[in-house]
């Protein structure tokens, strides 16, 4: 099963709203990745992040790599309808390029 | 690039049939992963390969699931017998290590097969 616990599991929002989500795990992780998963389709990176404090930004995305490196944000600003999807953290400890994932946060957007 | 390619999409095949899944990663990728969508277990790893050899088979369920990489261009996962609770969605992904200090790496996923087992 999962080793990051992803919160929230699911988010109805109005369009326009901000969204916040995050990622936190009992152990450290030295890469922090952000995905999102459209129906039918596989997980497309959109923010990766590799030191810890590091904020990062991707148009109205933006992410943060806890300074633990036990945990990491993604905040959506100004929502719109093709933000609809699945979020995925993704950590990754040492060299060797294994992910693990996150459960998933299911975002809708009420136009 | 036309990014990682799998194939095929769906497939619905009845429990006792073997089951092959193909997959091409992008060109230049040295990494390939096999992962394993369900809605109770969410994304999993199942294995993966660095130059065409498996570094880790920890997440492959069981004896019935087997993957290959015969050469840097195509990966196999198939399962035989097939059992209807291995209906999931399988994404195959590809990577390169990116340096950046800690070998980090950005993984890209194909678009999936959809299997169901009846």
């Known amino acids: 099963g999962q080793q990051l616990n992803q919160s929230p599991q699911s988010m109805f929002i109005q369009e326009g709203e901000d969204v916040s989500m995050n990622c936190t795990s009992s152990?450290?992780?030295?890469?922090w990745l952000w995905y999102k998963q459209d129906p039918g389709e596989g997980p497309v990176l959109l923010i990766a992040?590799?030191?810890?404090?590091e904020l990062t930004s991707n148009g109205r995305l933006t992410a943060q790599f806890g300074i633990t490196r036990k945990d990491s944000f993604l905040n959506i600003s100004a929502s719109i309808p093709s933000d609809v999807g699945i979020y995925f953290c993704?950590?990754?400890?040492?060299?060797?390029?294994?992910?693990?994932f996150g459960g998933g946060t299911r975002l809708m957007v009420k136009p | 690039d036309a990014g990682v390619i799998q194939s095929p999409r769906h497939e619905v095949t009845e429990m006792g049939q073997e089951v092959t899944l193909r997959c091409k990663p992008i060109?230049?990728?040295?990494?390939l992963f096999w992962y394993r969508q369900t809605m109770m277990r969410g994304l999993e790893l199942l294995i993966y390969?660095?130059?065409?050899?498996?570094?880790?088979d920890s997440g492959m369920p069981e004896d019935r699931f087997s993957a290959k990489m015969p050469n840097a261009s195509f990966s196999t996962l198939k399962i035989q017998p097939s059992e209807p609770r291995d209906s999931a969605v399988y994404f195959c992904?590809?990577?390169?290590?990116?340096?950046?200090?800690?070998?980090?790496?950005?993984?890209?996923f194909g678009q999936g097969t959809r299997l169901t087992v009846v």
């Open positions: 992904a590809s990577s390169f290590p990116v340096d950046r200090g800690a070998g980090n790496t950005e993984a890209f």
């Open positions: 152990s450290i992780f030295n890469t």
């Open positions: 992040l590799y030191k810890a404090g």
């Open positions: 993704a950590g990754q400890r040492n060299a060797g390029n294994m992910l693990t």
């Open positions: 060109s230049g990728h040295d990494y």
């Open positions: 390969f660095n130059n065409n050899v498996p570094i880790d």
